[in-house]
């Protein structure tokens, strides 16, 4: 194929791949600025609110934890189940084994503990606030059009590209133009 670059598409070869990588360090820049990590306090509290409404396993918890916030906040199996062990220490839950899962249930020390702890549940601080969404819908959003665009740079034909660097030129153009209104 006349113009096509050696990974077998058409577009610009190095330069697409380059500003993917751009793309992936931008958007994990974003995850980073917007707290997507929350604080082992907040695990804490986030397992005991958890808890205190029904026994669960682990995956059961941060599958919860991110459905509730939205997507805002999931944690990580490492932050999850080391705390799911400290609570066990501490008497606060205990943990029943069957059919290869351990389920978590609630001491009523832990019961107590919950109610203490649990002022308002920790997964609604990650995105219910405006400015909470207005610092992660418009990264993300330009993140999935910055990788669209990557993805016609690797494999659109060399029209294709084109049109795609005139839409972008265009989306530029109207961004400015929303600072610019009253």
């Given at each position: 194929m006349a113009?096509?670059?050696?990974?077998?598409?058409?577009?610009?070869?190095?330069a697409a791949e380059g500003m993917?990588?751009?793309?992936?360090?931008m958007r994990s820049s974003f995850e980073k600025r917007t707290g997507s990590r929350m604080g082992r306090g907040d695990v804490r509290a986030a397992v005991l609110a958890l808890l205190a409404e029904?026994?669960?396993?682990g995956y059961q918890i941060i599958h919860e934890i991110e459905e509730r916030?939205?997507?805002?906040?999931?944690?990580?199996?490492?932050?999850?189940?080391?705390?799911?062990?400290?609570?066990?220490?501490?008497?606060?839950?205990?943990?029943?084994?069957s059919n290869?899962?351990?389920?978590?249930?609630?001491?009523?020390?832990?019961?107590?503990?919950a109610a203490d702890a649990v002022a308002s549940a920790p997964w609604e601080t990650t995105g219910s606030s405006?400015?909470?969404k207005?610092?992660?819908?418009?990264?993300?959003?330009?993140v999935d059009l910055a990788q669209a665009a990557a993805q016609v740079g690797r494999s659109?034909?060399?029209?294709?590209?084109?049109?795609?660097?005139?839409?972008?030129e265009e989306a530029r153009r109207r961004l400015y133009s929303i600072l610019a209104q009253d």
């Open positions: 113009g096509s670059n050696t990974s077998g598409g058409y577009g610009y070869g190095n993917w990588q751009a793309m992936e360090q029904q026994s669960m396993h916030s939205g997507g805002n906040w999931k944690p990580s199996a490492g932050s999850v189940y080391p705390t799911l062990q400290l609570l066990a220490d501490e008497g606060l839950i205990t943990a029943e084994e290869g899962r351990k389920t978590y249930t609630l001491t009523d020390t832990g019961r107590e503990a405006d400015n909470s207005r610092y992660t819908a418009l990264p993300k959003a330009g659109g034909s060399p029209e294709q590209v084109k049109e795609a660097v005139t839409v972008l």
